[in-house]
């Protein structure tokens, strides 16, 4: 950095010319840069997390006092206004905001649960959860998944109406026979059954053509319904085998397993003959597109309806990684119902994260 005079003999710096530079600063800047971003992150979370508690023990106080001396939404009105008064240039102390405040606190009776989770929330993903979830297991994992995911308020909306959770770890598939335990726990949860085409416009009697035209038009929301890191590869996909030519419906990479994701669609119900077409086309892509650090190629096939134990009994003779997924236009009432059962219990779930934060702190210990 110069110096450069002003005329009235006054100096002030001038920042260095690109062409005067150390090699070193390039990478010594992006390293400031980084711990600025890092840190105002962690500040911004921070913040966060110190008002949704300061909200809480507020809604906690308001309940408190409703239950030992009586009184009702009056009250409410004014603490908002004497509030106000107070702190005039403090905003989110509105009487409707003071009852989420209430609400927030009779919701989640448990302060620790609040402040190892949902409290790393915004307000909005917060009262989203409130207002749309009555079940305290399923809202507990939602708000899990969304801190998890850094999902925004819109996709946390998307996904409870979706049911995604419920969804997962639910496919048929001979994954734990063919990958390696890791790669084969994740790929258990990371795909659905049944998956939800509804923003295809398909119904049950559409053709495959325009199922797969939907799922083309749509492809942002049927990655968002594949899940986290997969890349759409094409459609049609042309593979060549012995002179004859052959066309995979969707092809995909899974970035985290880094591995092909072959995906078969079929407008009619499950038989076991089309595992063999499924099979081939993962042979094929593992010989002509997999790289040699590749893991194997995943098969997903996707039907109208299956019988789940032709699926299991089909499943057993097939030495490559396929699972078999139906897939559903709408989620019914009756059918949201049954899904709901497939969510673990508030105590399993505080049980899985405890075992998590042993296990981190072990690695963290070996390291």
Request: with cysteine; net charge negative.
């Amino acid at each position: 950095m110069g110096i450069k005079p002003l005329q009235d003999g006054v100096f002030f710096p001038v920042a260095m010319p690109d062409s005067e530079l150390p090699t070193w600063y390039a990478g010594f800047l992006s390293s400031i840069k980084t711990e600025i971003s890092v840190s105002r992150r962690r500040v911004m979370i921070s913040a966060n997390t110190q008002m949704m508690m300061m909200y809480y023990h507020i809604g906690k106080q308001i309940l408190e006092y409703q239950a030992s001396e009586g009184w009702g939404a009056k009250i409410i009105d004014r603490l908002s206004a004497d509030i106000k008064k107070a702190y005039p240039e403090l905003k989110g102390f509105s009487p409707r905001n003071l009852k989420y405040m209430r609400k927030f606190a009779e919701t989640w009776q448990d302060e620790a649960i609040v402040q190892r989770s949902v409290a790393r929330l915004s307000w909005r993903h917060n009262i989203c959860l409130m207002e749309k979830v009555k079940e305290p297991n399923r809202r507990l994992a939602y708000a899990l998944a969304a801190y998890k995911y850094g999902w925004s308020y819109n996709i946390l909306e998307f996904q409870l109406e979706a049911y995604t959770l419920e969804r997962e770890g639910q496919l048929p598939n001979n994954f734990e026979q063919s990958l390696p335990e890791m790669d084969s726990d994740m790929m258990q949860y990371l795909f659905k059954d049944p998956f939800l085409l509804d923003f295809t416009g398909a119904d049950s009697h559409s053709r495959e053509k325009e199922i797969e035209d939907g799922l083309s038009a749509h492809i942002e929301k049927f990655l968002l319904e594949l899940g986290q890191g997969f890349s759409y590869v094409g459609r049609q996909v042309h593979l060549e085998c012995g002179g004859d030519d052959f066309y995979i419906d969707m092809l995909f990479y899974h970035l985290k397993l880094r591995c092909f994701v072959v995906v078969e669609l079929k407008a009619v119900d499950f038989n076991p003959g089309m595992m063999g077409q499924l099979v081939m086309y993962q042979n094929i892509v593992d010989r002509v597109l997999r790289h040699p650090s590749d893991a194997p190629t995943i098969g997903l096939l996707l039907v109208k309806n299956k019988n789940e134990t032709v699926v299991r009994y089909s499943l057993e003779s097939v030495n490559k990684p396929v699972g078999v997924a139906s897939w559903e236009t709408e989620i019914t009432q009756s059918m949201a119902e049954d899904l709901k059962s497939s969510l673990p219990s508030i105590e399993d779930i505080e049980a899985s994260l405890a075992e998590q934060k042993l296990i981190e702190k072990q690695k963290k210990y070996t390291k």
